[in-house]
């Protein structure tokens, strides 16, 4: 297996044994991302070779000297390009935020750098992480390194296919409605969105609040666990982040659950789910029946109308954490001279792509006077139940499976033209948004035409320890987690 193919686990390991330098991994990811990003195109800025090669060499020499070294020294990662690096542009694949340059680091990408990382580029995304393709970035649009005819979902579509496609072994994305589990299922790696509350937002460019959380994506559970313990933790720049110790998730991601008793939602199975998609996951669960588990039928009665309590709160949020990019206050401003409310519409309209304009339309209009307690306040209520179903369910059983997504990677294109299509690739993720509860994605097969299926594992709040060992007694006993494609 050549250094690009392999985990950062396992780079870590060929450091510290003295096999590959800092610098030696960079020069291979920097070499592999430059090749293939013609095919791929998973960057918004590719990653800076003199600085990535500077900071590499910083990791060698303190490696050296002996000095200490944190637990991702040398590992090279890409970074969605939603969240703020320092004096690197951050532009949300948007026009509003071209030439935005931020002065200062988000909290997960300030928790890298102290750990060692090399940050490794900004990768691409739908415009301000609104869609489940990758084709709503204004600037171009993202393969999945398994079929470059197919899209690699979304909105973390770059840092999925970045990782998939071995560009850089681990990258950060964010999951507002599913926009890590779905891409890492459509691309066969690992990701997860941790508990809300469990990774500060700082520095992390608003969709929707209070469901907006940043996650890693990963080769395997162990490089999931390894991310996870660099960036979760308490930080008081945002104040939703809780302060709860963070396990060491890397020293217990080997020992099974004993007794796991594993909630099976049949709401998860019903009309719209591929059948090859279908059979995975059910060989999946059987699986885990074979490594002790118990399979528990279980009902979440109200996530038929999850969908649909997403689409309002959303965009409500979404309409008023956008209203700051007016071309005055931040972002592009039109250059055609006029008054206030002109230049504010103006800026806005050649700012904003299609579907950000959508959103802030509907997001406008469910919180509107006369509608809000129709859409909007009436959303909130059937978002209590979603989550009340949840603490039903996890009264009986330990972890909720089921598919990540109803159908495997999709082509380009095809979804394009429907935004309502689009919109039910995201079913079976944003109930565990609105719930706030941890899920991640791990992939559990392939079509027959060799696109990867995931496994969508939910748990309790801030109970990312379980549900990382639990996912890693599947993977421990498969080997789709070591497959590479071929780009
Ligand atoms: N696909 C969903 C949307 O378009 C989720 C996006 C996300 O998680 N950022 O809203």
């Known amino acids: 297996m050549s250094l690009i193919e392999k985990t950062a686990t396992e780079l870590l390991a060929l450091q510290a044994e003295g096999k590959a330098s800092a610098l030696e991994i960079a020069d291979a990811f920097l070499a592999a991302s430059a090749a293939r990003e013609p095919k791929l195109k998973s960057f918004m800025l590719a990653p800076d070779a003199d600085a990535v090669r500077t900071r590499a060499k910083a990791i060698d020499a303190a490696r050296a000297k002996g000095e200490p070294l944190g637990k991702l020294a040398g590992v090279p990662v890409a970074v969605k390009d939603v969240l703020c690096t320092k004096g690197i542009r951050t532009t949300c694949s948007s026009k509003m935020l071209e030439n935005f340059v931020p002065p200062y680091d988000a909290h997960a990408v300030e928790r890298l750098k102290t750990e060692g990382a090399i940050i490794f580029g900004k990768t691409n995304m739908d415009e301000f992480a609104m869609g489940s393709s990758t084709e709503n ?246 978002r209590r139940l979603v989550k009340k179903d949840f603490d039903d369910t996890f009264a009986t059983c330990d972890v909720v499976m089921g598919p990540t997504t109803p159908t495997a990677a999709f082509k380009a294109g095809e979804k394009s033209d429907d935004p309502l299509a689009l919109y039910l690739s995201d079913v079976y993720t944003v109930s565990c948004n609105l719930a706030g509860i941890p899920g991640l994605s791990i992939p559990c097969g392939f079509t027959k035409t060799g696109l990867p299926i995931g496994l969508q594992l939910l748990g309790t709040p801030f109970a990312e320890e379980k549900l990382l060992r639990v996912a890693r007694m599947y993977e421990a006993a498969t080997d789709w987690h070591t497959k590479r494609p071929v780009v």
């Open 137 to 382: 970035s204004a600037y171009h649009t993202t393969r999945n390194p398994w079929d470059t005819t197919r899209v690699p979902g979304g909105s973390s579509g770059g840092s999925a296919a970045a990782v998939a496609g071995c560009q850089a072994p681990l990258s950060l994305g964010t999951d507002t409605g599913g926009s890590i589990r779905q891409p890492a299922a459509l691309c066969g790696i690992v990701g997860m969105k941790p508990t809300y509350g469990r990774v500060s937002r700082y520095g992390l460019i608003a969709f929707a609040s209070s469901l907006d959380q940043v996650g890693p994506f990963a080769h395997d559970v162990t490089d999931c666990a390894l991310m996870m313990e660099a960036i979760a933790g308490h930080d008081k720049r945002d104040s939703t982040s809780v302060n709860e110790s963070v396990p060491a998730y890397t020293r217990t991601v080997n020992d099974p659950v004993k007794g796991l008793r594993i909630g099976v939602p049949k709401e998860f199975f019903g009309q719209g789910l591929d059948a090859e998609v279908e059979a995975s996951v059910r060989a999946a669960l059987k699986e885990y029946e074979k490594l002790g588990a118990t399979l528990v039928d279980v009902s979440l009665p109200h996530s038929p109308y999850a969908l649909a309590v997403y689409y309002i709160v959303a965009p409500a949020e979404a309409s008023s954490n956008l209203a700051r990019f007016d071309g005055m206050h931040y972002g592009h401003r039109t250059a055609t001279k006029g008054d206030l409310i002109a230049t504010y519409s103006k800026s806005r309209g050649e700012g904003f792509g299609p579907e950000v304009q959508r959103r802030i339309i509907l997001g406008t209009y469910v919180l509107s006077s006369g509608y809000k307690d129709a859409y909007y306040l009436k959303a909130l209520k059937v």
